[in-house]
């Protein structure tokens, strides 16, 4: 009969010290979705193509599909659920204003990649935002109403502005 090893595993989600047990071999994803209850990484792919797992660990974003559960032992996870004080982030505010997203399935991802470029790079460029997000496959929309409403939530102006200020264009 096979021996099935569990691991008592202890991390900071979304801000709180939580413990659970996992197998060797369950991935990160599974154990925010299903152990945890945290939803809004999507299983899209699961070989680390679509971004749609993404989850920041220790203020990094990581593919959830990708990363064991054990390797997180001890470090801090935090997806969309956790980045929402008081509210939705101006990003999030601004995505909605701007109709960036159609199904919303890329929606957690997204928004993640954009708070940790935000993070090392408070006014980004266009280019900064479309380079952040490009390992997060959007389906349904162009990306550049997602650019845009990172530029706009962070006074960066817009997709039009930055590229013609980057090319030395004047209005
Ligand atoms: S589900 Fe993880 S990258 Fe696609
Ligand atoms: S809005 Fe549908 S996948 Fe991005």
Redesign the pocket.
Same mark, same amino acid.
């Given at each position: 009969m096979r021996t099935v090893t569990r691991h008592q595993i202890r991390t900071i989600v979304n801000g709180e010290p939580t413990s659970v047990e996992v197998e060797a071999n369950d991935v990160l !994803?599974d154990m925010l979705r299903t152990a945890l209850g945290v939803k809004s990484p999507?299983? +899209? %792919?699961? #070989? +680390?193509? %679509? +971004? @749609? %797992?993404t989850v920041l660990l220790d203020g990094r974003t990581v #593919? @959830? %599909? !990708?990363v064991l559960a054990v390797e997180a032992d001890a470090h801090e996870i935090t997806t969309v659920e956790g980045i929402e004080h008081d509210g939705l982030t101006a990003v999030q505010e601004m995505m909605i204003e701007q109709s960036s997203f159609q199904c919303g399935f890329c929606a957690p991802g997204i928004v993640l990649a954009a708070a940790e470029l935000i993070e090392r790079a408070p006014r980004p460029t266009a280019d900064e935002v479309r380079e952040a997000i490009a390992g997060n496959l959007c389906r349904c929309t162009g990306y550049e109403s997602i650019v845009d409403a990172v530029l706009a939530a962070t006074g960066s102006g817009t997709s039009a502005t930055t590229s013609a200020t980057s090319s030395g264009a004047s209005s």
């Open positions: !994803l999507k299983i +899209g %792919c699961e #070989r +680390g193509d %679509c +971004g @749609s %797992c #593919r @959830s %599909c !990708l």
